[in-house]
T-cell receptor, first 113, second 113 residues
Framework: AQSVTQLDSHVSVSEGTPVLLRCNYS??????LFWYVQHPNKGLQLLLK??????LVKGINGFEAEFKKSETSFHLTKPSAHMSDAAEYFC???????????FGTGTSLTVIP | DAGITQSPRHKVTETGTPVTLRCHQT?????MYWYRQDPGHGLRLIHY???????DKGEVSDGYSVSRSKTEDFLLTLESATSSQTSVYFC????????????FGPGTRLTVL
């Protein structure tokens, strides 16, 4: 079975400081993993995805994530937070055989000026 | 942006009335999904479709039905709306299962009084 745990429901950082949003997954298969961002009252936008190629994945807007199989983690990072990064972030794992996706409960990122 | 539209974007209805939400795509993607988003729960899968007339239940399918008579359209019906179905509903599409990402529509905000 596939599942995702986002370890922090809320994260606050100061503008210009690093961002770390944590995600652990459980999967019976070699997983495909995704991070999505949702700005207030908007739909979800793909930040990046991992599909068994390079373990360090670069996404849009300076975000990246590292797949660590031994730790079953896929944490999202950014070196320097910007005010526009304030949003809800979702970690997602897919079931490769059924075409289903499993969402974490989300992490709300606040960026303090 | 992927060509996904949802209609209506906002709806207020009364308990016991039927409601149909429509998702329309112009990408010719095989997979289509309906999710609901509620605070503290992330996105939860209601139903999904893996082809015309091929659908399956998700984790929160009770009280919902779906139909897909054309590749481009996926309808979600609440046969008799209840207040617990007040939520934001998102449609998503995916080209195939496995490592392919989902693209999301803008969402429909449904209020059941």
């Amino acid at each position: 079975a596939q599942s995702v745990t986002q370890l922090d429901s809320h994260v606050s950082v100061s503008e210009g400081t690093p961002v770390l949003l944590r995600c652990n997954y459980s999967s019976s298969y070699s997983p495909s993993l995704f991070w999505y961002v949702q700005h207030p009252n908007k739909g979800l936008q793909l930040l990046l995805k991992y599909t068994s190629a390079a373990t360090l994945v670069k996404g849009i807007n300076g975000f990246e994530a590292e797949f660590k199989k031994s730790e079953t983690s896929f944490h999202l990072t950014k070196p320097s937070a910007h005010m526009s990064d304030a949003a809800e972030y979702f970690c997602v794992v897919s079931d490769p055989n059924r075409g289903q996706f499993y969402f974490g409960t989300g992490t709300s990122l606040t960026v303090i000026p | 942006d992927a060509g996904i539209t949802q209609s209506p974007r906002h709806k207020v209805t009364e308990t016991g009335t039927p409601v149909t939400l429509r998702c329309h795509q112009t990408e010719n993607h095989r997979y289509m999904y309906w999710y609901r988003q509620d605070p503290g729960h992330g996105l939860r899968l209601i139903h999904y479709s893996y082809g015309v007339k091929d659908t399956d239940k998700g984790e929160v399918s009770d009280g919902y039905s779906v139909s897909r008579s054309k590749t481009e359209d996926f309808l979600l019906t609440l046969e008799s709306a209840t207040s617990s179905q007040t939520s934001v509903y998102f449609c998503a599409i995916s080209r195939a299962k496995g490592g392919n990402e989902q693209f999301f529509g803008p969402g429909t905000r449904l209020t059941v009084l």
